[in-house]
Nanobody, 114 residues
Framework: QVQVVESGGGLVQAGGSLRLSCAAS????????MGWYRQAPGKQRELVAT???????NYAGSVKGRFTISRDNAKNTVYLQMNSLKPEDTAVYYC????????WGQGTQVTVSS
């Protein structure tokens, strides 16, 4: 059994910053890729950023240069530093951890006011 828990969401004004954290725990030897996805009301869930155990990163074009993903392999934790936030970044942010299968967290709300 693997648990994935996100934290760090909240309300912020446009131009502000937030840092999300996500920890995977349970019957884990090692976590392969970890990533952040988001889903805005009425829209499909979309990729925000991913990072492999080796540190290779991938970003959606809409967040490149503003968001930074990082991870602590020893803690099976991934972070998302979000700067220069825009109202269109408002969404529920989900963390995914790939062990043998994909495991999702329950999501954390990020609201950016204009």
């Amino acid at each position: 059994q693997v648990q994935v828990v996100e934290s760090g969401g909240g309300l912020v004004q446009a131009g502000g910053s937030l840092r999300l954290s996500c920890a995977a725990s349970g019957n884990i030897f090692s976590v392969n890729a970890m990533g952040w996805y988001r889903q805005a009301p009425g829209k499909q869930r979309e990729l925000v950023a991913t990072i492999t155990s080796g540190g290779y990163t991938n970003y959606a074009g809409s967040v490149k240069g503003r968001f930074t993903i990082s991870r602590d392999n020893a803690k099976n934790t991934v972070y998302l530093q979000m700067n220069s936030l825009k109202p269109e970044d408002t969404a529920v942010y989900y963390c995914k951890a790939t062990v043998r299968y994909d495991y999702w967290g329950q999501g954390t709300q990020v609201t950016v006011s204009s």
